[in-house]
């Protein structure tokens, strides 16, 4: 069985035990999250899909720890203006443990 859900503005296609990467959520480590913005729902060749969202979807995943991304490396330059500008930004991540879609 697997759920397209939506957090943080990203779409994921998940199934239960999948790991992954999400936008930074306020929840402590280790605790229990309930993901009810829920797009989609499969098994095998049945697919119900949401008008936006499947009622009575939800994805409860674990909290498994917080930290930050590779920093991506931003420079600009004006071509004959002696202008260059160089900056890096780390973007804040949570990943999560998918237990069950319900």
Do not use: W
Not at 35 to 53: F, I, K, S, Y
């Amino acid at each position: 069985m697997y759920a397209v859900i939506k957090t943080g503005g990203k779409q994921y296609r998940v199934t239960a035990g999948d790991k992954l990467k999400v936008e930074s959520l306020d929840a402590a480590v280790g605790s229990v999250v309930t993901l009810t913005e829920v797009l989609a729902v499969g098994q095998g060749a049945e697919v119900r899909v949401g008008n936006p969202l499947v009622a009575g979807a939800a994805v409860t995943a674990t909290v498994i720890g917080h930290g930050r991304g590779d920093k991506v490396r931003i420079f600009k330059l004006r071509r004959r203006k002696h202008y260059q500008k160089r900056a890096g930004h780390r973007q804040n991540f949570t990943e999560l443990r998918i237990d069950a879609i319900s």
